[in-house]
């Protein structure tokens, strides 16, 4: 059961598996935040919420809403303009031209399940007895504005999540002017704020701050979730690391402009709140009509970082993630783009072809360069018909080919932009996101469609259908390589300008259900110049991103490492590469270099036919090494031992469901000499099992994870390692 109801104290417990989240509401109708962490069974409200007491909280006696101060109340969805000083979650413009809102208590719901979110990516349930919902709607009796806010508890998979619904029951327009997706009052301090900072190339970086009073904020104004800030951010207390220490964490499931922000308030509360950026955002929402805000789920863990990432791995791979390859193995690729960049001809394709096959690639695909007249990154973005003068007789010989050679054929988009110098703007020069007679910013020399209007939405999908239908694809890359600049749209009127980032979002979400839903055969993965676009919104329809275009192995551990907070390693795309990024020479071995790409979906993205007889089968190997461990990289348990954030050295482990086998890889990003040897300590193993080590030993599962495994290396360069243990057989 888990979702409590207690009318004697109206109060409401929501217990997931070892979390408890519980509400209240006060005398004077409020809706007060009680607590959240390890789970309480038998609450009293009196014992947790003890916000009455705190000194100088003159005026805050539940008698008098006269009297009464919000500021000094822990809240659940804290509205502008009465007496809460901190960051609102609302704020809305009325009529009367005041932009002042009180909600209060109206009434609750609980069902079983979760419903699903109306055009927005968001966590499910594949049976109801998975979860519990619960709604509690709050209104401002002045206005009649409703807010419904939404909490599912997944029982198993210990996760909240939270929505909010504005329903404008006011009879007149209303303009929203900020709707965040969640806010939740804690009543304590002294935590570190997580997140997970980058830009092109360095994607999500983990930074860790001490809080103090006033706010700390992530967001993005970029049009996508972007590479500067991943929408997600924890709180942890100060002994927090892998294993021990409670964290709180947040992770916001949108793909656009998003702010979450953690304050720590006058009186010693700290507030964190999620949702679509209030920058350049503004809604007009007519009489009846109602807003949905994204989903942000929340983590709760009393044993670290470890126990934070493999629940929201848990989840993001079962009940995020859709379709037919999400349960599924995960193709090993070999992508074109590092190989040729826009010099496509056939032969030389084949030629890669050729060598992928022998080296036990299972997924050719064709990158950038295969349209239009795209010689560079000058031209043709939006019209996607195939090259004749590359590729004379269409796709058609190249698919064959690759299927012949027992091998999936997969193709490159980048559905949501334009070229000035293609067809498609020469005939639609309005279909770009603008600003009437402003200049248009040019990225990458392109522009981004307007994809808040339908038509322009329609026009790209039906040229992509075309292509898909015409040739056997397998497998999608979806790119995005800019960010939202002048953001306007000329199919709106003046007062819904601000609109148009959300909107596009919504109508780049249709697009992309439309597509998964009409191809269900095809795999996709989502990309943004790199790892720009990594969010669980996007993980809602396609199953597996690119992590970055930075493919240099020592950068890889850490860009991996820090994804591996919230997202699951099936989840990342990793490839070797030579060129630009590595050196054949690098102090990384070819055989290390693998190894780093082997800890996500592994790829090349490399000419596999100019390597040389030694390396194709180091290649080869280490293919086949890896589809011996993939099913435990994709769908194990990872327990990360070292951070590359605090060293020259990195490891990390999967372990199966069962806990009866595991791998465990160990990185050194700039060669050591004269290493006097490493003791790596693991985890997740089952202390009383027996496991035999790749080299024969064999150790119980409390020695290699309380006292752990010595490996000694000589004198030549130490660049790590990695092994698989299975339970040793009795
Ligand atoms: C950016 C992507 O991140 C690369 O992998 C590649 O697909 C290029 N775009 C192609 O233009």
């Not at 805050?60 to 919000?70: G, I, N, P, T, V």
């Not at 080919?401 to 932009?417: N, Y």
């Not at 639609?428 to 981004?448: G, Y």
């Amino acid at each position: 059961m888990p979702i409590i109801f207690d009318e004697k104290q109206m109060m409401w417990n929501l217990i997931a598996k070892d979390t408890s989240y519980i509400i209240h509401v006060n005398a004077l109708g409020y809706l007060a935040h009680v607590y959240w962490g390890k789970k309480i069974t038998e609450p009293s409200v009196r014992n947790l919420l003890n916000h009455g007491a705190r000194p100088g909280n003159y005026g805050s006696e539940e008698k008098s809403d006269q009297y009464y101060l919000l500021d000094s109340l822990p809240q659940e969805y804290p509205s502008y303009g009465d007496s809460d000083f901190r960051s609102p979650a609302f704020e809305s413009y009325y009529r009367d031209g005041s932009s002042l809102t009180t909600l209060k208590y109206k009434s609750f719901e609980i069902i079983k399940g979760k419903k699903p979110l109306h055009g927005l990516p968001a966590t499910y349930v594949e049976d109801s007895s998975e979860a519990q919902t619960l709604f509690i709607t709050v209104s401002d009796e002045k206005t009649g504005l409703t807010v419904v806010l939404s909490y599912t508890a997944y029982e198993e998979y210990d996760v909240i999540t939270r929505n909010a619904r504005i329903d404008n029951n006011s009879g007149e327009p209303i303009r929203i002017q900020r709707a965040l997706s969640m806010s939740v009052d804690m009543d304590e301090t002294g935590f570190d704020v997580i997140t997970l900072h980058g830009t092109y190339c360095r994607e999500r970086s983990i930074e860790r701050v001490p809080m103090q009073h006033g706010e700390f904020s992530i967001s993005s104004a970029l049009g996508s979730s972007g590479h500067y800030s991943n929408p997600f951010l924890a709180l942890s207390t100060k002994n927090a690391d892998e294993e021990t220490g409670r964290v709180y964490a947040f992770s916001f499931v949108y793909s656009g402009n998003f702010l979450m922000s953690a304050s720590v308030s006058q009186r010693n509360m700290t507030r964190v709140s999620a949702g679509i950026n209030p920058l350049d955002f503004s809604w007009l929402l007519e009489a009846g009509e109602s807003f949905q805000t994204p989903e942000t789920v929340m983590v709760f863990s009393d044993q670290g970082l470890g126990k934070m990432s493999r629940t929201f791995h848990r989840l993001y791979r079962k009940r995020l993630c859709r379709g037919k390859y999400r349960d599924a193995e995960r193709p090993v690729l070999t992508n074109t783009w590092e190989a040729v960049y826009f010099g496509i001809d056939t032969e030389k394709l084949l030629s890669i072809a050729e060598t992928a096959q022998k080296v036990g690639i299972e997924l050719f695909v064709l990158d950038d360069g295969w349209f239009g007249s795209r010689d560079d990154d000058m031209r043709s973005l939006g019209d996607w018909y195939v090259d004749r003068k590359k590729l004379p007789q269409g796709l058609k010989p190249l698919t064959d080919a690759v299927q012949e050679k027992g091998m999936q054929f997969g193709l490159w988009f980048e559905p949501e932009m334009v070229n000035p110098d293609s067809d498609l703007y020469r005939e639609h020069p309005d279909w770009c996101i603008h600003v009437q007679d402003r200049k248009k910013t040019l990225i990458r020399n392109q522009l981004m469609l307007d994809f808040s209007r339908d038509e322009v939405c329609g026009n790209i999908t039906s040229q992509i259908t075309e292509i898909l239908k015409s040739v056997p694809v397998r497998y999608v890359k979806w790119d995005y390589n800019r960010y939202m600049t002048q953001t306007g749209s000329a199919a709106l009127p003046p007062e819904r300008q601000r609109e148009t980032a959300h909107r596009y979002m919504l109508n780049v979400y249709r697009m992309m259900d439309t597509l998964t839903a009409r191809f269900p055969d095809i795999l996709f993965e989502g990309c943004a110049a790199g790892g720009g676009r990594f969010d669980p919104g996007i993980l809602y329809y396609m199953p597996q991103i690119w992590a970055s275009d930075n493919t240099n192995a020592a950068s890889r551990i850490r860009i991996q490492y820090g994804t591996s907070l919230v997202y699951p390693a099936v989840t990342m795309g990793a490839h070797l590469s030579y060129h630009p990024w590595c050196e054949k020479n690098s102090l990384m071995s070819l055989d290390m270099r693998c190894k780093v790409a082997m800890s996500g979906n592994f790829g090349c993205e490399l000419d596999l036919s100019l390597l040389d007889e030694e390396d194709k089968e180091l290649v080869k190997k280490q293919i086949a090494y890896y589809k011996s461990i993939r099913h435990l990289v994709q769908f194990g348990d990872l327990y990360r031992l070292v951070s590359p954030f605090e060293s020259n050295h990195a490891s990390w482990m999967f372990v199966s469901e069962d806990k009866m086998e595991a791998v465990v890889f160990y990185f050194v990003l700039i060669g050591e000499y004269s290493m006097p040897g490493i003791r790596v300590k693991l985890q997740g193993l089952d202390g009383r099992t027996t496991y035999r080590v790749e080299n024969g030993e064999v150790y119980t599962g409390e020695e290699l994870m309380y006292s752990g495994l010595q490996i000694d290396y000589g004198s030549s360069p130490f660049l790590g390692f990695c092994f698989q243990l299975h339970a040793a057989e009795e």
